[in-house]
């Protein structure tokens, strides 16, 4: 019997784990994804005829953040977001031709014009925003079904830095504008395929006026008054509690 592997089998953004919410060790397939030296960690899309084997779960990964460690879910992270990657790039952009997985690189080959498709990162920006000593402002995302109040996030456009994106969502999706941009961390975020940068920043002038079919509500909240907050391991939840507690950026996560 060969050696079996870790292996990250998803459907979609739902990730195959035992009850205990560790994936299973398998035997390598031709189709499989390797991501680590040798065939030690794989990543496979789940057919749809295939049989959940008894003992294990399909699980959104977003729940496994805070179960996991950081290192664990991005792991994971990466393992999706190169799925999805070779999901969406089985047609050449180029001429249409059907592409081939490159032998020793992340690449998507066309074997009639030669064009590679390599995977894709896209950047956002995500912004904790004080105002004085002890408020944070948290806004609620318009198109959540719960009650949970996050950041200041979005994508990057073409032709800016992550400083002047910053200072735009903030313009666009709150009405004010922000001072002291500093940068302290990232987290890859596999929704598809997503770079979140986080920054600090402090409020300098404005109303809160509302982009409405983006944020339902927005408010300055009191260090000691917080709403319901993103979930522990994820990098806004890092982010709040490095401006209220001075905890390091990078110690904040359930490692």
Known sequence: MSELSLAYIFHHDQLLVDVNFQPPKVEKLDNDLCFQAGDQVIARDLNPDDQIPEGYQLIPIRQLISLWSTAEFEQASRAVQLLEWR????????????TQVHPSEYAMVCPDCSYRQYPRVQPCVITVITR????????????????????????VEVGETLEEAVQRETLEEVGIHVKNIEYLASQPWPFPSNLMLAFKAEYQ??????????????????????????IAGSIAYRMIQHVIHNSPINQCSAD
Do not use: W
């Not at 609620?140 to 009650?147: E, L, P, V, Y």
């Not at 909240?221 to 907050?229: A, V």
């Open 132 to 155: 004085g000593t002890d408020e944070i402002l948290l806004a609620k995302n318009a198109n959540s079904k719960s009650q949970m109040y996050g950041l200041i996030a979005g994508f």
């Open 87 to 98: 999901r969406n790039h089985k047609f050449c952009s180029h001429c249409g031709h059907e």
């Open 205 to 230: 002038s404005g109303d809160l006026v509302l982009q409405e079919e983006e944020i339902s509500d927005a408010q300055f909240f009191k260090f000691d008054q917080l709403p319901e907050i993103p």
